[in-house]
């Protein structure tokens, strides 16, 4: 038990369908992440939160569409999405932007799959 | 940005000191490097972290050289509960460019054998 839950754990979802992603921490951290895993990628950082602010958007698709109502919670809404999306999708915390001696917690995955 | 370059796996017999090495060239001065242990369907989890030098800690060594292009994570007397992937970690907040950067390589997986 990391302190950030992620919910659902899995997800099957047809390309027209719109879904979400939940993730909260427990930790009191500023920094909030969503991360995605593909089965031969490594660890891919999608958007990066910092004091309910984004910092980072590397170069994500707008059918992936972030937010962050508050420092705990961040969610992933997902719409028409492609096969090539299903891939494990975590979630992380810290207390400030991790990278500079701030250590990341990971939540436990949303595996889904895009049929 | 700070690419890393990890071995993709390596094997183990229970009981032996395993070392797994990752390049990262391109580090900037104000970036820490860090490791993570993943094991199949979960998240990643923080191992050790470190800027310069060595560092211990109760699960793990980190060996890092003067110039800082890469890293070596020393794991001692691994068990099979040690077969997992492991990741190393360089990132960095440029500010002055307004971008944010965290580059994970691409993992070790390390095979513990009884």
């Known amino acids: 038990e990391t302190g950030v839950t992620q919910t659902p754990r899995h997800l099957v979802m047809g390309m027209t369908n719109k879904k979400s992603l939940k993730c909260e921490q427990h930790?009191?951290?500023?920094?909030m992440y969503w991360y995605k895993q593909s089965a031969k990628k490594p660890l891919e950082l999608m958007f990066v939160?910092?004091?309910?602010?984004?910092?980072e958007n590397n170069s994500v698709p707008s059918r992936f569409s972030p937010e962050c109502p508050n420092s705990s919670h961040l969610f992933l809404h997902l719409h028409t999405l492609q096969p090539e999306d299903s891939a494990l999708y975590l979630c992380?915390?810290?207390?400030?932007?991790?990278?500079?001696?701030?250590?990341?917690?990971f939540g436990p995955g949303t595996r889904l799959l895009v049929l | 940005l700070a690419k890393t370059t990890q071995p993709i796996s390596m094997d183990s017999y229970e009981g032996q000191e395993v070392n797994i090495t990752c390049s990262h060239n391109n580090i900037a001065t104000n970036d820490y490097i860090t490791w993570y242990q993943q094991f199949p369907s979960q998240g990643p989890r923080f191992i050790i972290q470190?800027?310069?030098t060595k560092v211990t800690n109760e699960v793990a060594s980190l060996f890092i050289p003067a110039d800082r292009k890469s890293s070596t994570l020393s794991l001692p007397r691994v068990s099979l509960s040690d077969t997992a992937v492991y990741y190393c970690?360089?990132?960095?907040?440029?500010?002055?460019?307004?971008?944010?950067?965290?580059?994970f390589g691409k993992g070790t997986k390390l095979s513990v054998i009884p």
């Open positions: 930790l009191g951290h500023n920094a």
């Open positions: 992380a915390s810290s207390q400030g932007l991790a990278g500079n001696q701030e250590t990341q917690y």
């Open positions: 939160y910092s004091l309910e602010e984004r910092v």
């Open positions: 470190g800027y310069k």
């Open positions: 970690l360089v990132g960095s907040l440029n500010s002055g460019a307004g971008s944010y950067q965290l580059t």
